[in-house]
């Protein structure tokens, strides 16, 4: 019998950008993640930034295919994609591209009723962007 382990407070997802200040100015200047600390080492720095609420959504792939589909129309995804919730993500897939994130695919409804945007962002990450639509 496998017994679960307990206490598990946050996740934190940790990116090493090879541009570490365009990176910074992304995500917590323009998608406006807070930041919640700031470290230094010899040469190196680290920020942390507040993302609200996290999830660990684990897919297999073909559910990983089926979301890109559904997404961008063909698979696109590598095995990490970071989705943030925002109160209007047709708004923020233009405030993101603005700030060099470049499009993969358009905000689009969602067959769970969201509305869901693709992006390469800084740090090379994947981003969905999506806004729940309740009960429209």
Known sequence: MIVAMTGVRELRLVVTADDYDD????YRDVL???ERAAFSSDGGRVTILDAGRATLEIADPPHAEF??????????AGRIRVAFEVDDSE???RTLEAA?????AEPTRTPWNSLNARLAAPAGLQLTLFTELGGE
């Open 91 to 93: 708004r923020a897939t």
């Open 67 to 76: 979301i890109d589909r559904v997404e961008v129309g063909q698979r696109v």
């Open 23 to 26: 990176a910074l100015r992304f």
């Open 100 to 104: 060099g994130a470049r499009v993969i």
């Open 32 to 34: 406006g993640l807070p």
